[in-house]
């Protein structure tokens, strides 16, 4: 952020300019990690299955997604006879846009992140609650039953699991003091090592959390608004080509930015956890060092943003479905209270601790 | 509150279950470079090498449980005696039990491994046993 700054265009040129570098960054880091993630997630579940995933396109099927974009770019877009036409173009959209938006809200390291905002944690996960009208909608104007069902249930669960997210959210910011995200994560640097992550004082919250996560990215096993078994595809039944490539894109890449808002908050974000970076011991001089610190501090978010999305991975491997009942009785009666309670520990660490 | 922490703890075990997956070997077989071979294996219906030993004694026709499948026409040879003229499968009906070959009294029929053959014309999937 602070790079970009140093502007030698006038206003008029520099703002869109920097939103317009701000977006390509973004939009090409999705695009490659969604694909990666496809691939990942095919080959690990083939693993966790005793199979060997997909192994035809390219280097042991490491081409398999690109193979299926293009099979999907290709496809002939369908929109059903009594579908409303204006509704139905919208939704995918409106799931896509606000999950996009959010990736430029995650500080990749200590000197980029696209968009720096002081209730940027805020703003990320009430921007993530908006795909759920994009759903709501898709459900609404397919004129198919199994939509409609698809998209009532993710209502449903939208209520459940969005009171744990933000009360978890609290408890991080009771610790930290803000909501900004490079507060938040330079709050956790003052041990100097992994003992300063609030994962330690909060981890009922990171547990509540991640739950709660689990369900907004809608996977196993809170995966019933697109639930295959039970209704075909849920609320994306009618959908195909591009459209349906949006919702699955929007899938994947919300899978892989809540866990690395989950990383940011609870795991240090891009803080090293040795407390020094590598790239510090290397005898180099200072302007080597600096960009090679950027590379660190972002290669350090994703590998923890990593063992989350393998988690979220093996989980699905591991849990079947629950049933519509019980998932909303988990997180009403379980998970809510435990994210209170969760609360309360922190406030008292507070207390007792003074500056965590 | 017991029941919840089992409920927890086997939870983990199913965790380390599936984990325990990722060290073993896949048991996938890599179908076209790779086949199993299996020796009563039901694959394509087939005639014995050699001479034609059929007596069109029509056992096979009336096993068979795809009716219409096999089709038998007799010719008199030159001791006005009833023998074979064609017998004609058309393996599109065809579903591979293997009755056939198994009643068959002079193991004309045999069954083969061939399990994977195709056709863009149907006349091609009709095999002919003439004497
Ligand atoms: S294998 Fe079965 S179906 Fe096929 S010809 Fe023989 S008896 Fe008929
Ligand atoms: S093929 Fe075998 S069973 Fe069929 S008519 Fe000939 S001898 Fe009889």
Known sequence: ?356 | MVKFFRHIISLIIGYFTIGSNLIKKPVTVFYPEKKKEHKNLRGKISFAEGECKCIACGICKSVCPSKGTIKITTKEDEGSKKVLDELSIDLSQCIQCGNCAENCPTKTLIMTNDYEYSSTDKIDLIIRLRR
């Open chain 1, 1 to 356: 952020m602070n790079y970009f700054n140093i502007s030698y265009f006038p206003d008029y040129v520099y703002i869109p300019l920097y939103y317009l570098i701000g977006f390509i960054v973004v939009a090409v880091l999705m695009l490659f990690v969604v694909l990666f993630l496809v691939l990942l997630e095919r080959k690990l579940l083939g693993f966790f299955t005793v199979r060997v995933g997909p192994n035809r396109v390219g280097f042991h099927g490491a081409l398999q997604t690109v193979a299926d974009a293009i099979k999907l770019l290709f496809k002939e877009d369908i929109i059903p006879l009594k579908a409303d036409k204006l509704l139905f173009t919208l939704s995918p959209i409106l799931v896509f846009a606000p999950i996009m938006t959010v990736w430029a809200y995650i500080p990749f390291n200590g000197f980029f992140a696209v968009q720096n905002s002081v209730v940027g944690s805020l703003i990320f996960l009430s921007l993530l609650s908006f795909p759920i009208l994009g759903i709501l909608f898709a459900g609404i104007s397919s004129a198919n039953k199994y939509s409609l069902l698809g998209s009532l249930r993710a209502c449903a669960q939208t209520l459940c699991y969005e009171l744990p997210i933000f009360i978890s959210l609290l408890s991080v910011v009771i610790l930290s003091g803000s909501l900004d995200l490079n507060d938040i994560v330079s709050a956790q640097s003052i041990n100097n090592n992994c003992f300063g992550w609030f994962i330690i004082p909060s981890l009922l919250g990171f547990i509540t959390f991640y739950i709660s996560s689990v369900a907004m990215m809608n996977r196993v096993p809170f995966d019933f608004p697109e639930a295959e078994s039970e209704f075909v595809g849920g609320y994306h039944t009618e959908y195909s080509g591009m459209k349906f490539a949006m919702f699955f894109l929007a899938e994947y890449a919300s899978m892989f930015i809540l866990c690395a808002f989950m990383a940011t908050i609870f795991l240090g974000g891009f803080l090293s956890p040795f407390g020094k970076y590598i790239s510090d011991f290397l005898p180099l001089s200072d302007l080597i060092k600096t960009p090679l610190i950027f590379i660190e501090q972002f290669f350090w978010l994703i590998l923890k943003t990593m063992v989350l999305v393998v988690a979220v991975i093996w989980t699905r491997a591991t849990l079947p479905r629950l049933r519509i009942d019980r998932s909303l009785e988990f997180f009403w009666k379980l998970i809510l209270p435990l994210s209170i309670l969760n609360i309360f520990i922190v406030c008292l660490i507070k207390l007792f601790m003074g500056a965590r």
